[in-house]
């Protein structure tokens, strides 16, 4: 691959093309979304001195996965978010074929960015450095190198690194594929953050009674959270089953007892994290008041992403709102950040047979149901089909138009549901589970509800902030 020669000459051409984006009937009010080109994974998102900062694969050069970059956002509250320059380019040997994905940390003052320098060769096959880079004075970032090679005994799939800080000394997670073709979550260790040790392979298959597991992992991220350890990483590779892992990969989280000393992770079952069409590749940071935050992409590679309509827009994909986590009776919890509340505009509410509910104009819009069984029908494009004992959502396939159906299975008390003008993202039971999809309706987009059963509605249209 060769690079584009003056990055920043490119880049300026390119973002010309934002009006176009900006003017697109799917573009988003209040979600994260790149202005030009494609966008994937949420990257370093940090509270560091005083502001939120998010980071996010992003090629601005076009709707398709090359030239990754690491575009960067700030925000004083979770909801605001200001652009901010480009913060790596791939411009150095070692990360020649893309700056991929990564986190952040406070290194005593500095904010630093731990990412993948991924290189390809001819032959097709790869390596991968873990890099480093940090923040200067006037807010651009400069690269240290690479300081970690490729560990013996794994492919050249390494990346995605999550570093933390515990009792003085840094800790980072690495996505894996071992000789063997075996999805790895790998643990190493540094006194610096320049010179690493590894402790070794802390999940994946074949470990823990985790059988058929995957033939890579990517993005893990390990963090404590209400007595546990919770591990989310994104196994690629699982077999479908009936009712869940239906997308091309999945995210997916385990609890249990992580161990610094004897560096050992003993986890229970696997499970998905968000049962929607469109959710990969989340990651988390801590709030200001110590609240776990999850932003995840509301993409998933190698699917039918390539068919969506945005990309003759010159755009594509957007993340999902900021989720605060919680551990509880076995499950983890996601719910909106509540400064998302400050959204709201006037609350309504409604209740009555489904068939004669208001028809609510999909674009910027919460509400919350309460119901035995109905249908939510959004545009023509997406259908909710809510019964007791589980959540349906359907829609067309972009590439052969048959219906394509995800589910949520349990006992359906309550339902939350965000929309934003070409997505939609569903809070079940208070956040026991999430469906997250993105769909493509025509302006101006409604939402209908059918049945005969007896509904209780609270809506707000949400203001836009993007
Ligand atoms: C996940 C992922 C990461 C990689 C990045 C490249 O979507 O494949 O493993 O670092 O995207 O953009």
Not at 114 to 136: H, I, M, P
Not at 312 to 328: D, K, N, S
Not at 423 to 429: D, L, P, R
């Amino acid at each position: 691959m060769t690079l584009p020669s003056r990055w920043p000459a490119v880049l300026q051409a390119v973002m010309k093309g934002q009006p176009r984006a900006l003017a697109d009937s799917h573009y988003p009010q209040w979600h994260l979304a790149p202005v030009t080109g494609l966008m994937n994974d949420p990257n370093g998102f940090i509270f560091f001195a005083g502001r939120y900062h998010l980071f996010y694969q992003w090629n601005p050069l076009g709707c398709d996965h090359r030239y990754k970059c690491w575009g960067h956002w700030r925000s004083d509250d979770l909801v605001h978010w200001h652009h901010e320059p480009l913060a790596l380019m791939p411009d150095e040997e070692y990360d020649r074929n893309g700056c991929y994905s990564g986190s952040a940390v406070d290194n005593r003052g500095v904010l630093t960015l731990c990412y993948t320098g991924n290189v390809k060769f001819d032959d097709g096959s790869r390596t991968a450095w873990q890099c480093l880079a940090e923040e200067q004075e006037d807010g651009s970032f400069k690269k240290c190198g690479p300081v970690l090679a490729l560990p013996e005994g794994y492919t050249g799939h390494v990346r995605d690194p999550k570093v933390w800080q515990h009792e003085g000394m840094w800790y980072m997670v690495l996505g894996a594929q071992d000789w063997q073709q075996r999805g790895k979550v790998l643990l190493f260790r540094s006194e610096d953050l320049h010179s690493w040790q590894p402790c070794g392979e802390i999940a994946g298959q074949g470990l823990n009674g985790l059988e058929d597991a995957g033939y890579m992992w990517e993005c893990p991220d390990l963090f404590a959270l209400d007595g546990t350890h919770v591990l989310i990483c994104c196994p690629q590779g699982l077999a479908r089953e009936p009712h869940r892992y239906l997308n091309t990969y999945p995210a997916a989280w385990m609890s249990g007892a992580f161990d610094y000393e004897r560096a050992t992770f003993e986890h229970g079952a696997l499970r998905e994290l968000d049962a929607g069409f469109e959710f990969y590749a989340p990651q988390t940071a801590l709030a200001e008041d110590g609240r776990r935050i999850l932003i995840g992409w509301m993409g998933v590679p190698d699917g039918e992403e390539m068919l969506q309509p945005t990309r003759a827009q010159g755009w594509i994909h957007q993340m999902t709102c900021p989720r605060e986590l919680r551990y509880r009776d076995g499950r983890l919890w996601q719910t909106p950040v509540r400064e998302l509340q400050r959204l709201r505009e006037a609350e309504r509410q409604w209740q009555g047979y489904a068939s004669d509910a208001p028809i609510l104009d999909a674009a910027r819009l919460e509400f919350e149901l309460i119901a035995p069984c109905v249908t939510v029908d959004f545009a023509g494009a997406l259908r909710l089909i809510v019964e007791k004992n589980g959540v349906r959502l359907e829609r067309a396939s972009l590439q052969t138009g048959e219906t394509l159906t995800r589910y949520w299975l349990g006992d359906v008390r309550h339902l939350r549901v965000l929309c934003d003008r070409s997505s939609v993202e569903i809070f079940i039971n208070e956040g026991e589970g999430v469906m997250s999809s993105r769909y493509f309706p025509d302006a101006p987009a409604q939402i209908r509800f059918e049945g005969a059963s007896n509904i209780t509605l609270r809506y707000w249209s949400l203001r836009s902030c993007m």
